[in-house]
């Protein structure tokens, strides 16, 4: 053939199986590409927005039980009665198909590989959290018990976090 | 200086004379460094409660290096970088000739040591700088953060997160650096980072100290911990609770 035909044709070739393949990715799944409403990414969007405002209700009661603000015993049930609500809705936010990986997600994909840790961590939490509203129901300053169960919930974030969250 | 005269060989073991090489700040330096290290590990895995532990080990570590490095200029001769750290074609051939046996003997740190020096000041320094515009993603944040963005933060709290694990290599490598030299150049340089001193047996033109300079180091140290506390001090207000 025409050497500059060969060229070209070499070029095109290359090309097109370059452009082919960065259209589609190995590793995409299913669920992304279609249209309409995506499961994966909702769950991922609740279980951020839960998350969000967990750290907002924590963060009062962290202040409070570190000295760094006052013990106000209804403002801090009422946040404790919040996260006990809130840590019901990362029940549903976990399904298989959302483990898409960074950057849509910081979830590790070993809760899905190892699901029985991970439901036990996050059953531990939201037990956790029950203690921590029935306590400030009855403590009037930020006694020991409330020191005590706020610091057994910051250890759940953390031990989670450790394990299940991407660093 | 050690300063007696030569005795005969054949009659008394050959002389040998204690020397002092590591000045005080270096010698607490380097153990205060190994103690805080631990520290901050273990105030970690305790729990998001003890942060304030952890704080404070990183400020001790902040300042403490940010020391070493001044003294590395205007400390006493075997702490000062310009005496030790050598260019990299030198140090390749240093390496060669340890291989080789061949090679000279330092009373302070050798060229490879240097590198190791170098590497773990540099690499303190940036864990614990990043740890202070970190957050934990539950309730501690970091002294500076108020001064950037959630977003930046996150992303420095994960190279302060991911640079531990190196910190830890290059200091697992070190131990084991240290160990294969006093084996292999029966050089005891654990007991001389204690002492400050080493023993040696024929006398050479490197250079010994007389004084630590403490107190030099004292006001080094103190000035950099006045920056220090300036700099906290008036960090802005890092989070507004609005009420959800």
Not at chain 2, 82 to 101: D, E, H, R
């Amino acid at each position: 053939m025409n050497p500059i035909l060969k060229t070209i044709s070499v070029v095109l070739l290359a090309s097109a199986s370059v452009i082919v393949s960065a259209a589609e990715p190995a590793s995409a799944p299913a669920a992304d590409k279609q249209p309409g409403p995506n499961p994966a990414k909702q769950a991922i969007s609740v279980r951020k927005a839960t998350f969000t405002l967990i750290g907002n209700s924590f963060k009062p009661i962290a202040d409070a039980a570190q000295g760094k603000a006052e013990y106000n015993q209804a403002d801090i049930q009422k946040r404790a009665n919040r996260i006990v609500v809130l840590s019901e809705f990362l029940d549903g936010a976990f399904p298989e198909s959302s483990n898409l990986g960074e950057p849509d997600t910081k979830a590790k994909a070993d809760i899905w590989t190892t699901k029985t840790e991970f439901d036990k961590k996050l059953k531990e939490f939201q037990e956790h959290a029950a203690t921590l509203a029935k306590v400030s129901a009855t403590e009037k300053t930020a006694s020991d018990a409330f020191k005590e169960a706020f610091g057994v919930v910051a250890k759940d974030c953390k031990s989670c976090h450790e394990s299940f969250k991407v660093k | 200086m050690p300063n007696e005269k030569p005795t005969d060989a054949s009659l008394t073991k050959p002389q040998r004379t204690q020397v002092k090489i590591w000045d005080l700040p270096v010698r607490f330096f380097h153990w205060a460094i190994v103690l805080l290290f631990i520290a901050a590990y273990v105030t970690n895995s305790l729990g998001p409660t003890y942060f304030k532990y952890h704080l404070w080990s990183g400020y001790a570590m902040i300042l403490l290096v940010s020391f070493r490095i001044v003294w590395g200029f205007v400390g006493t001769h075997h702490a000062r970088f310009a005496n030790f750290i050598k260019n990299p074609a030198f140090t390749l051939k240093y390496a060669v000739s340890l291989l080789k046996k061949s090679d000279q003997h330092y009373l302070g740190h050798n060229p490879l040591g240097a590198i190791m020096v170098v590497i773990l000041l540099v690499a303190i320094l940036i864990q614990a700088m990043t740890g202070l515009f970190s957050n934990d993603e539950i309730f501690n944040l970091g002294p500076l953060y108020g001064y950037i963005s959630d977003e930046l933060s996150l992303k420095l709290t994960s190279i302060h997160r991911q640079l531990f694990y190196w910190i830890s290599g290059a200091v697992a490598l070190h131990i084991a650096a240290v160990l294969v030299h006093i084996i292999w150049k029966r050089d005891n340089i654990i007991k001389a980072m204690f002492t400050g001193k080493k023993s040696i047996q024929t006398l050479t033109n490197e250079t010994t100290i007389h004084s630590s300079k403490t107190w030099l180091a004292i006001i080094i140290l103190a000035g950099l911990a006045l920056i220090l506390a300036w700099v906290l001090v008036h960090a802005p207000e890092a989070v507004i609770d609005s009420g959800y």
